[in-house]
């Protein structure tokens, strides 16, 4: 079963405007969340996390929003610029258990 | 510094065989991971090592699948008996600590097509 979800497979943004990439997930025990970023050939890289006593975390650009009652969290990012072009991957963690589940990833193209 | 490398970049193997994936970890972190990404899905967690602590096997597939970090460092993957549903980029990350806060720095993956 997918515990976490990402189901906008793409993205398409103009420069300068708000991007907002969504995930879902279904597990109530998850209390850590996290937005990673890959390139094409590379290992994706930490991007902005978020616990779950906060419902906002803000890093320049960069802004994770956290609605536990929804069990939903979003990025967005603004404004888009052409490098942030990539697959954004949503993952989340439980106390107790280091792993990170994934989901499935969005392409986020940003057009000039 | 450097970061979390990984060998080979790409391994093309015929159905039957068995292989080897290496992952250093960046120097000093004490927690080691194994993901996996078949085509289309996401990240699929396999197996975590954290320091002298026995490794958390949960998400190995199945038993042709095995791993082992040797002084604490290095790892390698092994898939005994390669299926083609094995097919997928396999990826390493290392952490500082393995607490739940912990960053997870990854490689740049292996890249593994059975035939």
């Known amino acids: 079963d997918q515990q976490v979800k990402q189901n906008s497979p793409s993205l398409s943004v103009q420069e300068g405007r708000i991007s907002i990439l969504n995930c879902d997930y279904t597990?109530?025990?998850?209390?850590?969340f996290l937005w990673y970023k890959k390139y094409p050939a590379e290992g994706p890289t930490f991007l902005i996390s978020?616990?779950?006593?906060?419902d906002k975390n803000e890093d320049g650009r960069f802004t994770v929003f956290l609605n536990k009652s929804a069990k939903h969290l979003s990025l967005h990012i603004v404004p888009s610029q052409p490098g942030d072009s990539a697959v954004y991957f949503c993952a989340a963690s439980e106390s107790g258990a280091q792993k990170l589940v994934f989901g499935q990833g969005t392409r986020l193209t940003i057009n000039p | 510094g450097a970061g979390v490398s990984q060998s080979p970049s790409n391994k093309v193997t015929e159905k039957g065989k068995d292989v080897e994936l290496r992952c250093d970890p960046i120097s000093g972190h004490t927690a080691l991971y194994w993901y996996r990404q078949s085509l289309g899905q996401g990240l699929e967690f396999l197996i975590y090592f954290q320091g002298n602590s026995a490794p958390d096997k949960s998400g190995l597939p199945s038993d042709r699948f095995s791993a082992e970090r040797t002084g604490g460092s290095v790892s390698t993957l092994t898939i005994q008996r390669t299926q083609q549903e094995d097919s997928a980029v396999y990826l390493c990350a290392s952490g500082l600590t393995g607490g739940l806060v912990d960053t997870q720095y990854f490689g740049p993956g292996t890249r593994l097509t059975v035939l």
């Open positions: 597990n109530s025990m998850f209390d850590y």
């Open positions: 978020i616990s779950s006593i906060k």
